[in-house]
């Protein structure tokens, strides 16, 4: 689902921010994998779906959420131009 997620919003993919923050959210799935006890039941697909539209928009919000917070801060930032002594002054 973060593939998904991830292509969904793939006019980003030259953006750094968008790669580190699909990092982030892969090495917080790894515990989530890792620790939760699935145990030796087969799920089926429709079993899984709520779960994995759930990881989805989370997925997908977390990467709108810091695409927003890049983008207002982005417009907040004006760089200074240096400042050109006067003659006489």
Do not use: C
């Amino acid at each position: 689902m973060i593939a998904l997620a991830a292509r969904l919003l793939w006019d980003q993919k030259n953006r750094l921010w968008f790669w580190i923050t699909l990092a982030i959210i892969i090495v917080l799935h790894v515990p989530a994998i890792l620790l939760i006890p699935w145990g030796d039941q087969n799920l089926s697909y429709v079993a899984l779906l709520p779960i994995g539209l759930l990881d989805l928009g989370i997925a997908y919000g977390i990467i709108r959420l810091v695409e927003n917070a890049i983008e207002r801060s982005s417009r907040h930032f004006v760089p200074s131009t240096p400042r050109t002594p006067r003659a006489g002054f």
